[in-house]
């Protein structure tokens, strides 16, 4: 194993707000009565591509630094925008907006850039269109223009978990004529159900695996805050596990149970972890503390995939420093990001020597060779998540490697090197 002389990352950080939650904070703010506060909330590209997006639908939305201020307008409130909807990098805006867009009453366009246009669309306008709407787009890519208005309900069993897709769908369910019954194949990320539940319980019901949406009931605003990301804690948790003597505390991380994957593989792979400071709330958060050690191997499969969905490029890394093989299956999905992630890890480890072989679905890592850097100029594939995990990857080798657009972190964690810089000192 390549050792390095790096003294270890050492202190207490607290990450930026939740991403998922900061999308749904202004979308459901927006289409309430009465006035949203957002503490915590993620000034990221992605987030404010968001906030533009609604402020373009005439919704009143005042940022002052410390909250941010929403006017919700209600459901029938938004107004036709005067331009395309411009949602940058960001599928959930991108899936979440097509949702509420095709239950009102004009045309909106939706544009993205490169990558977006790219990502795969139909999985939200197949079932928007069986609602009633009418969805253009290139070939299931963006542009893609809504023509929205009656919407009927609808009964849908997702065919992949999808916390996006089920989003839009619920999105859309509160404007039709009847009730909706979602049904997804195994659990992903819940924040659209807590956050609606908190804004109006009569909407919506739990049904086991299925979820019910109830349509006519008015949204309250309310005061949220959001809590700190762990897929971006999950950066600092696996550092922490990984580069020898760190010990490492993450404050105020959300712990959703649907987002908590990460900590259950590192418990499996014997990390030295601490939970603290619990705090039970509709989102609920926690402190963590992580101390490096031996790691052992680990095996997940598509069960496991939807609760740590964006930590899988993170857990080939721990992969790579653990005592064995490892294997990720039933990962598929993770080829529709903001790049093909399974490709990119693939290929970006490949360089630095890791021993690492690409399956259809998944990736197979043995962590028990040296590491060997073959070609210090990595790519980040302008994806956030890559260009992150390169960078710790990056704190395990001697020699100096350059990670081309490492400024995509701007989409999920701008201040990520600012906090690598504090955990250094
Ligand atoms: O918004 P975007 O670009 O799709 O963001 C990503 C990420 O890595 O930040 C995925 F590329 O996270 C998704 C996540 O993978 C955010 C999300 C959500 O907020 O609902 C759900 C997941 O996607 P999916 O397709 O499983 O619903």
């Known amino acids: 194993m390549a050792e390095t002389s790096t003294a270890g990352l050492t202190g207490t950080i607290t990450i930026p ?24 909330f993620l000034r990221s590209a992605d987030c404010l591509s968001t906030m533009q997006a ?13 909250q941010v201020t929403l006017q919700g307008v209600g459901l029938t409130g938004l107004k036709q925008a005067s331009a395309a909807l411009d949602m940058g990098n960001s599928g959930t805006s991108t899936r ?14 939706l544009v993205g850039d490169a990558s977006l246009s790219k990502r795969p669309m139909r999985r939200v306008s197949d079932p928007l269109s069986q609602m009633g709407a009418k969805i253009d787009s290139v070939n299931g890519h963006l542009p893609m223009t809504i023509n929205g208005g009656s919407l009927a309900g609808i009964r ?23 009730p909706s019954t979602i049904i997804e194949p195994s659990p992903s990320r819940d924040h659209t159900e807590r956050m609606l539940t908190a804004f109006s319980p009569k909407s919506i019901e739990k049904q086991g695996q299925q979820i019910v949406i109830h349509p006519g009931y008015d949204l309250q605003g309310q005061a949220i805050t959001v809590p700190g990301d762990i897929s971006s804690a999950a950066f600092w948790l696996v550092a922490g596990a990984i580069v020898p003597n760190s010990s490492i505390t993450v404050k105020n991380v959300g712990i959703n149970p649907t987002r908590t994957g990460i900590l259950t593989v590192l418990e499996q792979m014997g990390a030295n972890l601490t939970i603290t400071n619990r705090q039970d709330q509709a989102e609920p958060s926690a402190d963590i503390t992580v101390t490096s050690s031996d790691l052992r191997p680990f095996e997940i499969g598509a069960e496991a995939i939807p609760a740590l969905v964006d930590e899988v490029p993170l857990l080939a890394l721990l992969a790579a420093r653990a005592n064995g093989i490892s294997k990720i299956t039933g990962a598929e999905e993770l080829r529709f990001k903001e790049s093909d992630r399974l490709q990119a890890i693939s290929q ?15 990736l197979v890592i043995d962590g028990r060779p040296s590491w060997h850097v073959a070609n210090p100029n990595l790519d980040s594939y302008q994806d956030h998540r890559i260009a992150m995990t390169l960078k710790i990857a990056s704190l395990l080798v001697d020699e100096p490697v350059t990670i081309k657009d490492f400024d995509s972190v701007r989409i999920s964690y701008p201040t990520f090197l600012t906090d690598l810089a504090q955990l250094r000192s």
Do not use: C, W
Request: proline letters at 3%; glycine letters at 12%; zero cysteines.
């Open 54 to 66: 609604f402020r373009d639908l005439g919704v009143n939305i005042d940022d002052q630094g410390d």
């Open 96 to 109: 979440l907006i097509s949702g509420l867009l095709a239950g009102q009453p004009f045309e909106s366009r």
């Open 348 to 362: 970006e480890f490949t360089k630095l020597g890791i021993t690492i072989e690409e399956l259809p679905d998944g």
């Open 156 to 178: 849908y069993e997702l065919p992949v978990a999808s916390a996006q897709v089920k989003s839009a769908i619920i999105l859309a369910a509160l404007q039709a004529s009847g």
């Open 17 to 40: 707000g939740d991403k998922s939650i900061s999308h749904r904070s202004i979308i459901f703010g927006a289409i309430s009565t009465g006035t949203t506060t957002v503490k915590n």
